[in-house]
């Protein structure tokens, strides 16, 4: 093609030399449109190329798809032959099944007739045992309903339980602060004749002889006074407090002197004094306070050393929480 458009511009080229303008600018034009022509079927001849392809690829897998569509026909031939032998020794199978269920039936029959017999004996019983569970279930009622009522009470006795415990805590927490507070309170003699512990729910102050009164008198010192005054400022705003004032005194037998007789009357007159101090100066409410003179019959140490003799000479104050709200609800 290259070379055939060349020999055309070359004829062009020798034509143009000896013919008139005119003439050479229709040739080239129709040159032009030869061209254009040319292309034009070199396109559509490409496309036609491209189309023939195509049909190619599909004329292979139409011949595959018939093969394959060859290949089924003879599978289903085969499987065609395998079910009609299946339908045969099925058809055999179920003659033989209908022949046995004839005789089956037969002896079905005579089967329900004996359950049937057997039925009725069963609903004569259902029928006592009915009965029977008809008064079962008026006793079940009853132990229904006193379980519920059981049930209630536990409720209840839960929800009281829980209220004590509420009340046993508050009463723990406050005696826990009231501790502190005396504590903080009597700083600088706990170690100088002055314990505090904290056990059962109550606060133990122990102050011993020493601290409060002089050997053998019940009249309480200026020292103790001074402690005393401090506790009492701690104790008046707890009014929901029990106190109990103890005195405590050594073995050693009392030389009889004046009002005093022996340990017993020495130990109820300290508890006492000791009562009147606290009372004295601040707004504590003698209802709170009980005094009492346990002589020597309490000890904490042994009495056959002096250090024990000195520890056993005390006064003792026991501050439990009033328990009347929880009296009341366990009476309740």
């Known amino acids: 093609m290259y070379k055939s458009n060349l020999y055309v511009v070359l004829l062009l080229f020798v034509v143009s030399s000896c013919i008139t303008p005119k003439i050479h600018n229709a040739l080239i034009d129709e040159n032009e449109l030869a061209k254009s022509q040319l292309q034009k079927q070199e396109l559509k001849n490409l496309k ?18 018939v093969s394959s569509l060859e290949s089924d026909s003879t599978k289903n031939e085969l499987a065609v032959r395998n ?12 003659d033989l099944l209908m022949s046995k269920n004839s005789r089956d039936i037969s002896d079905k029959a005579k089967e329900i007739k004996r359950l049937i017999e057997k039925l009725d004996q069963v609903q004569s019983d259902l029928f006592s045992k009915e009965d ?4 079962i279930s008026a006793s079940l009622e009853i ?3 006193e379980l519920q009522l059981a049930i209630q009470d536990l409720e209840e006795r839960s929800v009281r339980v829980t209220e004590l415990e509420s009340i046993i805590s508050n009463k723990d927490s ?4 009231l501790k502190t507070r005396i504590t903080n309170a009597l700083i600088g003699l706990e170690g100088d004749g002055l314990t505090i512990v904290q056990r059962n ?4 102050i122990s102050l011993e002889e020493e601290l409060l009164f002089a050997s053998g008198k019940y009249t309480v010192n200026a020292t103790g006074i001074n402690a005393l005054n401090k506790l009492s400022n701690v104790l008046e705003t707890q009014t929901d407090l029990e106190i109990l004032v103890e005195g405590h005194t050594d073995s050693i037998p009392f030389n009889s002197r004046g009002a005093i007789a022996d340990n017993w009357d020495l130990s109820v007159l300290r508890a006492t004094n000791v009562v009147k101090v606290l009372t ?17 019959f309490i000890p904490i140490a042994s009495n056959k050393t002096v250090e024990g003799r000195s520890s056993n000479r005390r006064i003792e104050m026991i501050l439990s929480p009033n328990l009347d709200d929880l009296f009341k609800l366990l009476e309740e």
Request: net charge negative.
């Open 280 to 296: 004295q100066n601040s707004n504590l409410s003698p209802l709170q306070l009980t005094a009492a003179g346990r002589a020597e």
């Open 174 to 177: 406050l005696v826990t602060a």
């Open 201 to 204: 729910g109550k606060v133990y």
């Open 143 to 145: 132990k229904e309903n």
């Open 132 to 135: 029977e569970l008809s008064k």
């Open 48 to 65: 036609q190329l491209t189309q023939i392809e195509e049909l190619n690829v599909d004329i292979g897998d139409m011949k595959a798809r």
């Open 83 to 94: 079910l009609k032998i299946k339908y045969d020794n099925l058809s055999e199978s179920y």
